[in-house]
């Protein structure tokens, strides 16, 4: 303000400045300029990575500008302190050589007048804006890396929500519009429809047509449609036909028969105490037939579930509660000489066979077997496990070849179940 006040001889005031502050630009978007400009990573593609508008650890924002026939070159940058604007040209407004654009002979100028200046003055950095959140991803920022959209595999449509997570596929699409087709410019954040006509957007989008081409880039558009495979119509049924509900179950052997449809057919039926997984069926009429041999699997009242799927992960469930009254858990037995895989003579026999037992408690003998050709001749019979040890002498020599032992355990409730089996070679 050049004139403050005015009097007259007398000294009254005729005239007087009266400040008056306006807003001449929103705060956050005075921010996001300063983020914007404050970028040098975006950028560096142009300038490089270490560039005249980058002053080491200060932040600083900075923009070039370069008129036709390079007559006018132009750099200007500033910290939240300091502003500087450096104009390079001929008085004469003859053109300067190609290339004298305003990062190329401008930046050094005010990059040097910048370090100078500043020296080792504290460091001063700018408020970071708001983040941006609307309901349009190119206002977000999502389309510069491409549209990103969960996606069903199966029938490449959009993911909803009886879409399986199993299905649910994220892709991105490299977007073929310019920001003219996804938003009105007189409306960018509201619901009016983007125009997507007229000779300006038509120039746009050809422009983006072109750059894509040169850059052998593909242009998709992502789905419109949604996931039309995965409906309630298409999800299989399943009825658990036995046991009933409320069975009690004493005994680990657990079976169940149930009927299943579905419009693409069932390809396999999952079936779960509570939530632990006891069996997978995959061959029709999909029969429960398995050994409850889980810890978890306690006596008590459980949830029995059955659950089919289709070729696509549809799901239909089916769901009784059962009364386990389980007898203990089957022992394990582990091998530990000889070792699974061991090459003997038959000067190594007799030979004692020895094992480590869990639950042994619960066990009342163990039968050992030599299996060959899928025929099985006896070994010895043990009823004696001290500290969960099993010593079993193998007295008969065998004959030269391969051949698996395996031990038979029965225990006291009568359940009787096979150990892994140990692989041997006789010479």
């Known amino acids: 303000v050049a004139i403050l006040e005015v009097r007259d001889k007398d000294g009254n005031v005729l005239e ?9 630009l929103e705060t956050e978007v005075a921010r996001q300029i300063n983020n914007v400009l404050t970028d040098n990573a975006a950028r560096a593609y142009i300038f490089g990575e270490n560039n ?3 002053l080491g650890g200060r932040p600083v924002a900075a923009k070039t500008g ?12 500033y910290t939240p302190s300091l502003a500087v604007g450096v104009w390079v040209g001929n008085n004469n407004n003859n053109p300067m050589r190609r290339g004298a654009a305003g990062g190329v002979v401008a930046a050094p100028i005010w990059n040097t007048f910048m370090r100078r200046v500043l020296g080792d003055t504290p460091v001063e950095s700018f408020r970071a804006p708001a983040p941006i959140e609307t309901d349009k991803p190119v206002l977000n920022g999502s389309i510069a890396g491409g549209v990103k959209v969960k996606v069903d595999r199966a029938s490449g449509k959009l993911a909803t929500n009886l879409t399986p997570e199993s299905m649910v596929e994220e892709r991105t699409y490299q977007s073929g519009h310019s920001i003219l087709y996804f938003i009105n410019p007189e409306d960018p954040l509201g619901n009016a429809a983007p125009i997507q006509s007229g000779k300006q957007f038509e120039r746009w989008e050809q422009a983006i047509v072109n750059w894509a081409e040169r850059q052998e880039i593909t242009l998709e558009q992502p789905p419109t449609e949604f996931d039309d495979v995965h409906v309630s119509a298409n999800q299989p049924r399943v009825t658990i036909l036995n046991p009933g ?37 995959t061959q029709s009429p999909f029969d429960l037939a398995v050994t409850l041999q889980d810890p978890r699997v306690q006596t008590g009242s459980r949830s029995f579930r059955a659950v089919a799927y289709d070729d696509v992960e549809n799901a239909g469930q089916s769901s009784i509660t059962l009364q386990f009254n389980l007898p203990a858990l089957p022992s394990a037995l582990t091998w530990t000489k000889p070792v699974s895989g061991t090459t ?40 004696q496990f001290s500290g969960g040890r099993l010593l079993g002498q193998w007295s008969q020599t065998p004959t030269v070849g391969v051949l698996q032992v395996v031990a038979k355990i029965i225990n ?11 692989d041997l070679i006789v010479n």
């Open 245 to 281: 509900s409320g069975a009690t179950i004493s005994q680990r052997a657990l079976t169940a028969n149930v009927q299943t449809s579905a419009p693409r057919g069932v390809v396999r039926v999952e079936y779960y105490i509570d939530n632990i997984l006891i069996a997978n069926v």
């Open 52 to 54: 005249y508008l980058t």
């Open 16 to 24: 007087e400045y009266e400040r008056v502050e306006r807003k001449v």
């Open 412 to 422: 006291k409730d009568g359940f009787q179940y096979e150990s892994e089996p140990l």
């Open 344 to 383: 003997l003579s038959q000067a190594d026999f007799p030979l004692t066979l020895e094992a480590n037992l869990s639950n042994f408690e619960n066990i009342n003998r163990v039968d050992l077997i030599m299996r060959r050709d899928n025929q099985d001749s006896y070994i010895n019979t043990i009823r």
């Open 66 to 77: 370069s008129t036709n026939d390079y007559r006018d070159a132009w750099t200007i940058g």
